[in-house]
């Protein structure tokens, strides 16, 4: 999602407001963690930190966790153990405080925070991790020491031995005993009900509502990283390098996986967690594999590398900026825009919200090739600091610029655009694998907000869309209100001087493999499918 406009005003399901509602997320209790001291801290303790941080300040932890990695000096089996242990715990919050309310027999908005937090890190070692059983309940009573709350030792030690008594499948059957439906399947596989409720609908907008329990279970798998191979700009050498480290022939020792920090043993009696709990026998025939089906490796994207295995900075094409880091399915959303049709010299550009830069990155490298100018427009200062730095390689072919998106068309300039990307603000469902922490800060009342500002946002772009220009409408998130609800809103505001394009068929022409899209003149993209985020993708043309 970018973040080209000013947030909505009222709430932001932030952290404050979980623990306020008492629902997943909220942490319990406020208490105050000891201050790291000067000595060695734990693998444990980062994802302590990490996870304290995403709830009591709003940070985002794939921003936060690198970071704080790097300042604790963890090794790359560590920093492996720390990222799992944080994002997986992140992401089965709800699931896991149904597993403490049962095991230590109160609710768990009723447990301290601090006290909550180190008990949610030890289930997921015992549950989804293959942390042997005595190593995590040790290590999680001796976190609850080192954080401050000694005096919960017991609590602790007592909850863990209840957890590790019994088995993923057993505890799945206790915490879904008498749900069903959407809440069943929200507790299963620790979803908010209501983010369920919008999946189900957009699955069964492509009629294939059948493929639900499998999203979700997508959503839950660790994401693998993707490059974008800039055009005219990255060499077959960085490609080769970079495929290397995806495909296990280059260097990438110690970059694997861990299944415990270095002074844990590496066998366990748990494995699979969430993915092991739907086994389970679910009413009504929701039901999936022990696993989410598995994505080919293969790129979808043509400009794609798929699954580079360590930290990526360490890809000398990554290093020199030739090669982005960058999910798949923005890569064909920016590709589906550029080369929808064939791109005649000195066309003009749009990118109405630009902001990382990601999308943009990609738009100027198509440009620069084509004779073609881009303008990136961003709204936050630092954003468009982080703009500029994206696009420093491409300073003859693009313009950044500052302000709000809604301004273009009002100045009377007359400028108009041959192509424009909108990628629109949005609840960012669509990332909820990179984005643990987004699936439990975004509320109902977050869709109809944003969709007041996607709204004024396209009327922007249309504003200044050139005769036969084309517009991309993209949002990473399925919700109807946010993909197909403002595209046929849009053409009923202007099907007098717009038409929607076969936006199945450009998708289909630009990717490296089959992206398993419904047809239509809509595209949606699923996890589940073919390995990438679930963007939402809608080509329009200026007829008039």
Avoid at 187 to 201: E, I, K, L, Q
Wanted: proline share 5%.
């Amino acid at each position: 999602m970018s973040a080209g406009q000013a947030r909505p005003r009222g709430r932001q399901g932030s952290g404050d407001e979980g623990r306020r509602s008492g629902g997943p997320g909220a942490g319990g209790r406020r208490t105050g963690g000891r201050p790291q001291t000067a000595r060695q801290v734990s693998a444990r303790r980062v994802a302590f930190d990490v996870l304290r941080a995403v709830q009591v300040d709003d940070a985002y932890a794939n921003l936060l966790l690198p970071t704080r990695i790097r300042r604790a000096g963890l090794s790359a089996r560590d920093a492996g153990f720390a990222t799992e242990l944080t994002y997986g715990t992140i992401r089965m919050i709800g699931r896991y405080d149904a597993v403490v309310a049962l095991a230590s027999g109160r609710r768990a908005d009723l447990v301290e925070a601090d006290v909550l937090d180190v008990m949610r890190l030890g289930v997921h070692q015992l549950l989804a991790m293959r942390t042997p059983t005595h190593a995590a309940v040790s290590a999680t009573v001796e976190l609850a020491r080192e954080v401050g709350v000694a005096r919960a030792t017991g609590f602790v030690n007592a909850v863990m031995r209840k957890v590790a008594a019994k088995t993923p499948e057993e505890w799945d059957a206790l915490v879904t005993a008498g749900l069903g439906g959407e809440a069943l399947l929200a507790t299963r596989w620790s979803h908010p009900v209501w983010v369920v409720s919008a999946f189900r609908d957009a699955l069964a907008a492509e009629r294939s509502r059948d493929e639900l329990v499998a999203l979700l279970a997508a959503d839950n798998e660790a994401p693998r990283v993707q490059l974008a191979a800039l055009p005219g700009v990255a060499t077959a050498e960085d490609v080769e390098q970079a495929t290397a480290r995806a495909t296990g022939d280059g260097d990438a020792s110690g970059d694997g996986p861990p299944v415990g920090p270095a002074d844990d043993d590496t066998t366990g009696d748990h494995a699979g967690g969430a993915a092991a709990a739907a086994d389970a026998d679910i009413a009504g025939g929701d039901t999936a594999p022990a696993t989410a089906p598995v994505a080919p490796d293969l790129p979808v994207s043509p400009v794609g590398i798929r699954g580079v295995a360590g930290d990526p900075a360490r890809v000398p094409g990554v290093a020199a900026g030739r090669l982005r880091v960058q999910d798949e399915g923005s890569q064909l959303a920016a590709l589906a825009l550029s080369r929808s049709s064939e791109v005649r010299p000195g066309e003009r550009w749009l990118d109405l919200c630009a902001g990382p830069g990601g999308k943009a990155a990609l738009l100027a490298a198509e440009a620069a090739q084509a004779g073609a100018t881009l303008v990136a427009n961003e709204l936050v200062p630092a954003r468009v600091g982080l703009v500029r730095e994206a696009l420093r390689d491409f300073r003859d072919t693009v313009t950044v610029v500052e302000g709000d998106g809604r301004r273009f068309g009002q100045d009377g300039s007359g400028v108009r655009f041959d192509r424009i990307l909108l990628d629109a603000p949005c609840t960012g469902l669509g990332a909820l694998r990179r984005r643990p922490e987004a699936r439990w800060r975004k509320q109902p009342e977050d869709v109809a907000e944003l969709a007041v500002l996607q709204e004024e946002l396209l009327e922007a772009a249309v504003r200044v869309l050139a005769p036969g220009g084309t517009l991309a409408y993209v949002t990473c998130s399925p919700h109807l209100a946010e993909t197909r609800g403002q595209v046929d809103a849009l053409m009923r505001r202007h099907g007098h001087e717009l038409e929607q394009l076969d936006t199945a068929s450009v998708v289909r022409s630009v990717a490296a493999r089959d992206p398993r899209v419904a047809d239509g003149r809509t595209v949606q993209l699923w996890p589940h499918r073919i390995g990438t985020d679930a963007m939402f993708i809608a080509l329009v043309r200026r007829t008039a």
